[in-house]
């Protein structure tokens, strides 16, 4: 098992560039979610997704985008990137909504 | 409105001695709380949890403890090792009303187990 693979780990993008973080789970949990770490904070949700076909807003969307065709993939996408959006990102997926299993991280910077 | 706060932004502790690492939490609807740990660069590790019907979870070398009315929880870990030194996410979920699908983190806290 891979787990919760994140790619790519790390991007620069310039202001108003777009991109997509793709994340994968070979584990067949249902529930996945997108975090994102800024410096000494904790993990605000972006997005979540209880199954296929099935997304949800969490705290911090605005500029942000998911998809959920499959089971196993969950990207999350930028669309006119900001500074503001410059984070660790961290995608995660849990069988039962509580202990999540999260992958490496993407460390964004947008410039 | 921070629902889950951990007020240490760190600690710091020689090895072989207690760590306690404290989480408070305002909203009533929780009924799950967990602990992650984090090394830099990597993503958190899931560590220990417990439900609203215990008051204490034992885990090897970690404890947590819950007090509802107090909306308090903590973490111990005995004895500390230099290989806990990470930071330390608390983390709750709650009913449909508490967001049951969804996890809300503290801000963490930074532990450093000193030789």
């Known amino acids: 098992n891979a787990g919760v693979t994140q790619t790519p780990k790390f991007r620069i993008l310039k202001i108003g560039q777009s991109m997509t973080l793709q994340c994968a789970q070979d584990?067949?949990?249902?529930?996945m979610y997108w975090y994102r770490q800024d410096p000494g904070m904790g993990l605000k949700l972006i997005y979540y997704?209880?199954?296929?076909?099935?997304?949800d807003k969490g705290e911090v969307p605005n500029g942000y985008n998911v998809s959920r065709s499959t089971t196993e993939d969950f990207p999350l996408r930028l669309e006119l990137a900001a500074p503001s959006q410059t984070s660790v990102y961290f995608c995660?997926?849990?069988?039962?909504?509580?202990?999540?299993?999260f992958g490496p991280g993407t460390r964004l910077t947008v410039l | 409105d921070q629902q889950v706060k951990q007020n240490s932004p760190s600690l710091s502790v020689q090895e072989g001695r207690i760590s306690i690492l404290n989480c408070d939490y305002t909203?009533?609807?929780?009924?799950?709380f967990l602990w992650y740990k984090k090394y830099p660069a990597e993503g958190p590790t899931f560590l220990i949890s417990?439900?609203?019907?215990?008051d204490k979870n034992e885990d090897g070398r970690f404890t947590v403890f819950l007090n509802k009315s107090a909306k308090h929880l903590s973490l111990h870990i005995v004895p500390s090792q230099p290989g806990d030194s990470a930071v330390y996410f608390c983390a709750a979920s709650g009913g449909v009303t508490g967001g049951g699908n969804k996890l809300t983190f503290g801000t963490g806290t930074q532990l450093k187990v000193e030789l």
């Open positions: 584990m067949n949990h249902n529930y």
């Open positions: 417990i439900s609203s019907i215990k």
């Open positions: 909203n009533s609807m929780f009924d799950y």
């Open positions: 997704s209880v199954g296929a076909g099935i997304t």
């Open positions: 995660a997926s849990s069988p039962s909504a509580m202990e999540q299993f």
